[in-house]
């Protein structure tokens, strides 16, 4: 069974950064694609970026030139890298992964608030 799970979320102030990491266990098998999306309060999840195996990465409009997404691909973890954060982009932040199956975390919390 694969898990995904997700750190690094909290509070940051306008203008701040944060960094996310999901890291995958229970799988030997690495994965095509790996990414984020969020689902802000009220509103249905949205993509964010994703990466896939041989790194291209792709981004929402929303947050490109502010996010990077990085992977490795020996430890199955993905990170995105937030930067100059508003409060828009207050949301839960879902992992996801997979190849014919798809994968989701459990989410973890971002707000940016001051």
């Known amino acids: 069974q694969v898990q995904l799970v997700e750190s690094g979320g909290g509070l940051v102030q306008p203008g701040g950064s944060l960094r996310l990491s999901c890291a995958a266990s229970?799988?030997?098998?690495?994965?095509?694609?790996m990414g984020w999306s969020r689902q802000a309060p009220g509103k249905q999840r949205a993509f964010v970026a994703r990466?896939?195996?041989?790194?291209?990465?792709y981004y929402s409009g929303s947050v490109k030139g502010r996010f990077t997404i990085s992977r490795d691909n020996a430890k199955d973890t993905v990170y995105l890298q937030m930067n100059n954060l508003s409060p828009e982009d207050t949301a839960v932040y879902y992992c996801?992964?997979?190849?014919?199956?798809?994968?989701w975390g459990q989410g973890t919390q971002v707000t940016v608030s001051s």
């Open positions: 996801n992964a997979g190849n014919s199956i798809n994968y």
């Open positions: 229970g799988s030997t098998t690495s994965f095509d694609y």
């Open positions: 990466i896939n195996s041989s790194g291209n990465s």
